[in-house]
Structures are given as C-alpha cells and as structure tokens.
Nanobody
Framework: QVQLVESGGGLVQAGGSLRLSCAASGGTFSSYALGWFRQAPGKEREFVATIGWSGSNTPYADSVKGRFTISRDNARNTVYLQMNSLKPEDTAVYYC??????????????????WGQGTQVTVSS
C-alpha cells in the first residue's frame, strides 16, 4: 500500500511558477510509475504528466508540454512537477498518483491504484 502526500500548491500570478512535490511512503517507490493529474471545478480529472520507474519515459498532456516538467527522486521517494509560465486555465486541484503499469505509459486515471489528497493551484490573471 502506497500513501501519497502532495504539497507546494498555492496562488500565483499568470506567468509565474510553482513546484509541486509528492512524497510517498509504503510500497517500493522505485517500482511504480508516477503521474500528475488535475481537476478543475465542474470538469473531469485530466492527465498532466507521467514518469516511468527509471525516469526515462515522460509523456505530457499537450496543454502543458514545454511548460511543465515531471521528475522523480527515488532516493527521496518523491515526485515533482515543475510548472512554469502558468496560465489561469491551469487552475485546478492537482493530484499525484502511483501506477503498477510498467509496459506502457499510464495516462488515464484508471491506470492508477493509489492517489494523494490533492493540492490546490490557483493562477490569477
């Protein structure tokens, strides 16, 4: 069983940056793919980025490509999401999640068995 706790959310002006962190406990962190998803009010949870166990496979949603960077530190059991050039449409609750899928990129919520509680990101215009 993996427990995930996100941090780093907050209020930022458009064009600014934030770095989200997600600390994991339990399980074998290095064996999981990790992902970030987000959910805005009235919308479905959507994929943001994922990273494989080795850190070499990092697909992104088109809406964040070139602005967000996902990374992981297996020694610290932590996954990060660096968010630059933030836009008001990035406003959402951001969730990290862990997946046991290793044979392809995990890009939909049903790929993930473990979820954090979420952290709010608000981008003002």
């Amino acid at each position: 069983q993996v427990q995930l706790v996100e941090s780093g959310g907050g209020l930022v002006q458009a064009g600014g940056s934030l770095r989200l962190s997600c600390a994991a406990s339990g399980g074998t962190f290095s064996s999981y793919a990790l992902g970030w998803f987000r959910q805005a009010p009235g919308k479905e949870r959507e994929f943001v980025a994922t990273i494989g166990w080795s850190g070499s496979n990092t697909p992104y949603a088109d809406s964040v490509k070139g602005r967000f960077t996902i990374s992981r530190d297996n020694a610290r059991n932590t996954v990060y999401l660096q968010m630059n050039s933030l836009k008001p449409e990035d406003t959402a609750v951001y969730y990290c999640a862990a997946s046991e899928i290793y044979y392809r990129a995990a890009t939909v919520p049903s790929d993930y068995a473990y979820w954090g509680q979420g952290t709010q990101v608000t981008v003002s215009s």
